[in-house]
């Protein structure tokens, strides 16, 4: 029988809505037991809201000093360690996850499966490729622990109302000093996290400055969207990194994406395929964004953006 | 610090628009324009700043696939990198494995740096960096924006989803780059001429005696699922009407 070991991720105080993403994949797994491994310099709210998400047997919890700041460094030993009887590890596929899921697949001598899409069966999953041109089925030996990362756009968040188990574990092994935390500039706004927000309202290269930018944080507002921008609107440095969307970005399912002064480039739109509604505004008509966009509007963004703000105030 | 070893994959162009086989067991490659995954240029392209600052002596480019990546290395060796390694090996190699190469080639060359890319943009596994910084029991510091050295350490921007973190690393170290971190320079003519000269070693990937992974097995290739061209509205007013029929305004 399956049994999946999740790892938690946080900020230190509050669970990320990616942890209960990896749960709805392990659930998919048929008669998979499922617990959640959290791993901080204080356990205690984060573990009561791990022990929240619905499916979920025991939340495991290590709390030592030297687990403040997530370096995969430390932490992989510790989840290699606590692995156990475990068929499988997962974690989200965000950087937290990206950065720490191979450090554990290699240290317990197995690959990782990047991505996954969806489970086929225990051991066997679907993943993109090729920035989402290709979709792979991949087969993990029988008997191999099976660690990946689970693409979370891919999946709904597994639902509350659950008391699991909270079980301090300890995971004794030495731990590196060779990688030192030194600070985090996070881009942190009021504004509902790309990640999670229902709707995004996205920005290009059209915009043309990081002053007009302004006019897709008003229509975000008016929305109560989450902020994006393409990768060409981050380099020329109009907004901050953490907004990029794509293959090399964020990959977001919103139920609505509005796709402002953006081509629509194959790097761009993989992060965007699981979108409910895609709009696209743009003033050439040929732009590729309209070959999938749901609702397309062939017009000067200057002109029509405002427009659309005060038209949704 | 000695040298840099700088990975170097082989990889479809990023302009090209991938297809699957019509028998699903791969992409087409056929006469598709193959290039250095662009990561990778943006590694080596840091590796030789760094070298250009005096911090560090030699600049080797790696590759492991087919003798075909020998394109890729010349490319590698004209933009300035002093020599180059190919491990040649047919046929897909898992991570694993190649983390094991790259291990292999660490320790022998007595690397202080291994530069990757954050991902090579063929599997976008994302893994090598992280693993090989595992087994070679150094530091990792993936998704690089921003790499300064000190002495013995490094001192490296990451991009991180919450932002930007920094994060201070002892060498030997990997760092895997993300796309922001620099430029990479143009190759010029004379430059290609000269790096038809510098040295080209290849190795057979028997040879290493390295031992191949558990392999995870690709069954079937397959298209995504294609989403379909929508309506197009006249003005703000059109499309306001439309998202509203969707229940979206
Ligand atoms: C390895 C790799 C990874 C990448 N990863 C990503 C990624 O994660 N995310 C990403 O976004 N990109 C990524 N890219 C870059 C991608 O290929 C494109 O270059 C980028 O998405 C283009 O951004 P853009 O659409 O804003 O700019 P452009 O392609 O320049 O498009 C600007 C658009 O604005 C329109 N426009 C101009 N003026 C106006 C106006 N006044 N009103 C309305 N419309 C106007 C134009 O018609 C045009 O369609 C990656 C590239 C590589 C090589
Ligand atoms: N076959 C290879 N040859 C050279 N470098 C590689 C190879 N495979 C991966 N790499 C390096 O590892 C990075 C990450 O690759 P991956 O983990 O496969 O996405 C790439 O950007 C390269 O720098």
């Known amino acids: 029988m399956a049994k999946v070991l999740i790892v938690a991720e946080h900020d230190g105080k509050t669970l990320n809505p990616s942890t209960a993403k990896c749960v709805a994949c392990a659930a998919s ?15 205690g709210d984060i573990a009561a809201q791990a022990a929240e998400i619905a499916g979920v047997s025991r939340v495991l919890t290590v709390e030592r000093a030297e687990n ?54 225990s051991h066997s999953f679907k993943r993109p490729v090729y920035a989402g041109n290709a979709i792979v089925t991949v087969e993990v030996a029988e008997g191999s622990v099976v660690v990946a990362t689970v693409r979370v756009a891919s999946y709904q968040a597994a639902a509350g109302g659950n008391s699991a188990a909270v079980e301090a574990a300890s995971a004794d092994v030495a731990l ?3 990688t030192r935390f030194v600070g985090l500039e996070s881009g942190a706004s009021d504004r509902p996290d790309l990640q999670t927000a229902t709707s995004v309202v996205s920005g290009g290269r059209a915009l043309g400055s990081e002053e007009d930018f302004d006019l ?29 969307v794509g293959q090399t970005g964020k990959i977001i ?61 | 610090m000695d040298r840099i070893l700088v990975g170097l994959k082989r990889v479809i162009d990023y302009n090209v628009r991938v297809q699957v086989k019509s028998d699903g067991t791969g992409v087409e490659t056929d006469g598709v324009k193959m290039s250095i995954n662009p990561f990778d240029e943006i590694a080596l392209e840091e ?28 490319t590698g060796l004209a933009m300035g990198a002093d020599r180059a390694i190919l491990v040649t090996a047919d046929g897909y190699l898992d991570p694993l494995s190649v983390s094991r190469i790259f291990l292999s080639l660490a320790e022998k060359e007595n690397a202080g740096l291994v530069m990757l890319g954050k991902q090579a943009i063929d599997g976008d596994n994302s893994q090598i960096a992280q693993m090989l910084a595992a087994l070679w029991g150094r530091p990792q510091a993936t998704f690089a924006s921003g790499v300064t050295l000190d002495g013995d350490t490094a001192r490296v921007v990451r991009e991180i989803d919450a932002g930007l973190e920094t994060v201070e690393v002892d060498l030997p170290a990997v760092i895997s780059v993300d796309l922001r971190l620099n430029e990479p320079r ?55 009407a439309a998202l509203k029929d969707k229940g979206l305004a």
Do not use: W
């Open chain 1, 29 to 43: 797994i048929d008669g998979a037991e499922i617990d959640i491994v959290v791993l901080a310099a204080a356990v």
């Open chain 1, 68 to 121: 403040e700041y997530p370096i995969s460094a430390i932490l992989a030993p510790q989840i290699a360690a606590l692995a156990g009887d475990h068929t499988h590890v997962f974690g989200p596929s965000t950087t937290f996850g990206k950065d720490l899921m191979p450090h554990v697949a290699a240290l317990l001598g197995v690959n990782q499966v990047s991505d996954i899409m969806s489970v086929e069966s």
């Open chain 1, 176 to 178: 590196p000093t060779h």
């Open chain 1, 216 to 244: 897709i944080y008003k229509l975000a507002d008016a929305l109560n969207a989450g902020v994006g921008a393409s990768r060409a609107a981050v380099d020329a440095g109009y907004c901050p990194n953490d907004m990029q």
């Open chain 1, 253 to 313: 399912a919103p139920d609505l994406y509005i796709a402002i002064g953006i081509s629509g480039a194959i790097q761009h739109m993989t992060g965007i395929k699981d979108a409910g509604t895609i709009v696209a505004i743009n003033k050439d008509e040929e732009a590729p964004i309209f070959e999938v966009a749901d609702i397309g509007l062939v017009a000067d963004l200057f002109k029509v953006v405002p427009e659309l703000t005060s038209a949704l105030s």
């Open chain 2, 47 to 74: 590796a030789l700043r760094i070298k250009e600052r005096g911090e560090a002596n030699e600049v080797i480019a790696v590759s492991i696939g087919t003798s075909e990546a020998q394109q890729q290395l010349r």
């Open chain 2, 186 to 240: 143009y190759v010029k003519l004379p430059d290609i001429m000269k790096a038809k000269k510098k040295p080209l070693d290849e190795v057979a990937l028997a040879d290493l005696g390295i031992e191949a992974g558990p392999e995870v097995k690709e069954l079937s290739y397959a298209p995504p699922e294609a989403r379909q061209r929508g309506v197009m509205v006249e003005d703000v007013a059109g499309l306001v």
